[in-house]
């Protein structure tokens, strides 16, 4: 079955058991939307994360990634790009990361923050006592910003860029339904929720998106910038909301990481 024809029987199945929970109702989905969802993946797929839906959290999710995939919106980004970056973790993740947008690595891999930076954030959840299967890790944009042929580095994504791909992001975490959202960067921030204060500004203070607990702190880029103590610590005690928000417990020990000040 192709990426499209999975996501439209995901579609197709949605509004059969809303017909069947609630009897004939207007949902706004009709066989010419359906087609619709072959041309625009990412203003039709929105069926896929429906509450009602009997498909299991990792069955939405393999159908929004072939949505993902066939996905062109941005044609330059479609054309320079390995593969899509869509997401990577547990269906059924309590906690959620969202970072700014695939690197050259994770172009290359296909799997979010698996450079140097995302070794970083494999230990900071790691510390948290957890590992990347516990939490589900995706990007507001799933495909690498396109750079110069031969220019080193990434780019960040440009605003338009987020805003077209973030309802593939708004659909990953209604079907995951995280219990907490971490922003990593401002610029993850941005493309979440339009904020523009610096990330000093917005760490360590709960916001919401989409009625779910979201908080702010670095990108793990930044600490490998800037690696003292006391920056990481910053990270640290925003990781530590996390875990109370979660209800986890939190050691003497880990209470007393990065404390020293160098
Ligand atoms: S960045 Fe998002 S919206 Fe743009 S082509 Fe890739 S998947 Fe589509």
Redesign the pocket.
């Known amino acids: 079955m192709s990426s499209l024809q999975a996501a439209t029987a995901l579609l197709e199945q949605s509004l059969r058991t809303r017909r069947t929970l609630l009897g004939r109702t207007r949902t706004g989905v009709t066989r010419e939307s359906l087609a619709r969802l072959s041309q625009t993946p ?1 203003a039709q797929t929105s069926e896929i994360s429906n509450p009602k839906s009997e498909m299991p959290r990792s069955a939405r999710l393999v159908a929004l990634n072939e949505a ?1 995939r066939a ?4 044609e330059n ?2 054309a320079s790009r390995t593969q ?1 970056v869509f997401g990577t973790g547990n269906p059924q993740a309590d906690l959620m990361f969202v970072g700014e947008a695939p690197g050259a690595d994770e172009d290359k891999q296909g799997e979010p923050f698996v450079g140097r930076a995302g070794e970083l954030l494999t230990r900071i959840i790691g510390a948290m006592g957890l590992s990347r299967g516990d939490v589900y890790i995706a990007n507001v ?3 690498r910003p396109d750079m110069e042929p031969g220019a080193p580095g990434n780019r960040p994504p440009a605003i338009l ?1 987020m805003q ?2 973030l309802p ?1 992001l708004r659909e990953q975490i209604a079907i995951i339904q995280p219990r907490v959202l971490v922003a990593l960067g401002k610029t993850a921030m941005t493309g979440l929720t339009g904020a523009d204060q610096s990330m000093s500004t917005l760490r360590g203070r709960w916001l919401t998106f989409e009625n779910i607990p979201l908080l702010p702190t670095y990108h793990p880029s930044y600490l490998l910038r800037n690696g003292s103590n006391v920056e990481k610590r910053k990270v640290w005690e925003d990781m530590m909301l996390v875990m109370e928000k979660l209800g986890m417990p939190i050691s003497e020990k880990q209470r007393g990481f990065f404390l020293s000040a160098s």
């Open positions: 990412a993902v996905c062109r919106q941005c980004l479609a899509t944009l799933k495909c860029e077209r791909c593939y």
